[in-house]
Each structure stands twice: as C-alpha cells, then as structure tokens.
C-alpha cells in the first residue's frame, strides 16, 4: 500500500504529558499538511511543508504544537502539555505541488488524540 | 482569518433527485476550490476541483463557482443512498494550504 500512513491511529494520554505523531506521506508527494478535526466540524489546517520547508502555520495554533519534517519525506507533529481540548483526530496529507495537483490532498486515516 | 461557510444540514433528498450543496467564502483572492467527500468514520477524499467561473461536470457531479458572488456549489444529479456523507468545500489560500468548511451532511433516502 502505498497511501498516506499515520501512526499511532490512537493515542490515549493524561492531560499535561507530551505526545508525538508521526506521518509518512506518499513518496512522491513534496507537499506535506496536518489538520486537526473534531466532531462535526471540517478538517481544521495546523501547518503544512513543501519538502523540508514549513510554509505556513495556523495562527490558531499554540506554541505548545510543534511540526518538523527534517529530511522531506516522514513528518512529525508533537503536542506539549496536553490539555483536554486537544482531544480531536489529527489527519495528515500530502500531495504534489502545482496546479489541480496542489489541491489533491490525499488523506491518511488520522492519528485521534484522546486526553483525559 | 479566512472562512468557508457551508450549512451543517442534515440535508435529506430522496434517490434519484438533485442534491444541491452551497459554500460561501471570504477571502476574495481564492484561485482554488474544492469538493471533498467524507464517510462516518473515514478521511476526506477529492471528489471534483473548479478554478473558473461557471460549470464543471464530472459523471454525476457538477459543481458551479461564482468568484464576483463568493459562491460554490455542487449538484449531484440522480442521487444514490452511497452518496450519503458529509460533503466539504475547501478554497485554496494564497499560501498553498487548503482551507475546509465545516461541511454539510447529506443524507439520501432509498
């Protein structure tokens, strides 16, 4: 399978602990996204790369999130001192850069954050 | 902050009518628009993308942009009980990400 993959699919933590996830995007695909989605809601954009390069980052998010994708291929998104308002799926994305192809995002299965 | 308004519905059509989705966004530079569809339990996936004024056709689909009124829409035509979902319209920033409404629930009746 050669899709967007995200691990862990599910993440259990008390609230203050500090939690990592990791996205490997599809090996062709240079653009690399995280959204953050809750119940109802539409998918919710953190930050995305183009290869190593972070191009943007919500202003919605705190400096408690932080995203690295250190050699333009995996991804990882860490949350510090959690609290029970990060509780939500995290999906990862990626695609190609350029035209229609920019906004062809494909979707992992998302990693969900539970913080009690 | 950029916005893409849609209704939450429930929206209920039963099949084999038109079901018609509407988006409203802000930012008035937007160059992208896209439709994405979400099964409970499941990740969005593409379903069409327009990036001038007027019609696009795909199968079933048709979505519709108006860039002087800020408005997209999408019509599924001879709806099916598989297209129920939740159905997302996200506008492309003039940074490259993907901007999402909140969606808008379909919900067709056999």
């Known amino acids: 399978d050669t899709g967007v993959s995200q691990d862990p699919r599910h993440k259990i933590t008390k609230r203050g602990q500090n939690v990592t996830f990791r996205c490997d995007p599809i090996?062709?695909?240079?653009?690399l996204y995280w959204y953050r989605q809750t119940l109802g809601q539409g998918p919710e954009f953190l930050t995305y790369f183009q290869n190593e390069a972070q191009l943007e980052k919500s202003r919605l998010l705190s400096d408690r999130f932080s995203a690295e994708r250190p050699k333009g291929s995996f991804s990882t998104l860490e949350i510090q001192r959690t609290e029970q308002g990060d509780s939500a799926m995290y999906l990862c994305a990626s695609s190609r850069s350029g035209g229609a192809a920019t906004g062809e995002l494909f979707f992992g299965e998302g990693s969900r954050l539970t913080v009690l | 902050q950029k916005e893409v308004e849609q209704n939450s519905g429930p929206l209920s059509v039963p099949e084999g009518a038109i079901a018609s989705l509407n988006c409203t966004y802000s930012d008035r530079g937007s160059q992208s628009f896209f439709w994405y569809r979400q099964y409970s339990g499941k990740s969005p996936e593409l379903i069409m993308f327009i990036y001038s004024n007027g019609d696009k056709e795909d199968g079933r689909f048709t979505a519709q942009l108006n860039k002087a009124s800020q408005y997209v829409s999408l019509l599924i035509r001879d709806s099916q009980p598989s297209d129920s979902a939740t159905y997302l319209c996200a506008v492309g920033g003039s940074q490259g990400n993907l901007i999402f409404g909140k969606g808008t629930k379909l919900s067709v009746k056999p």
């Open positions: 090996s062709e695909h240079n653009r």
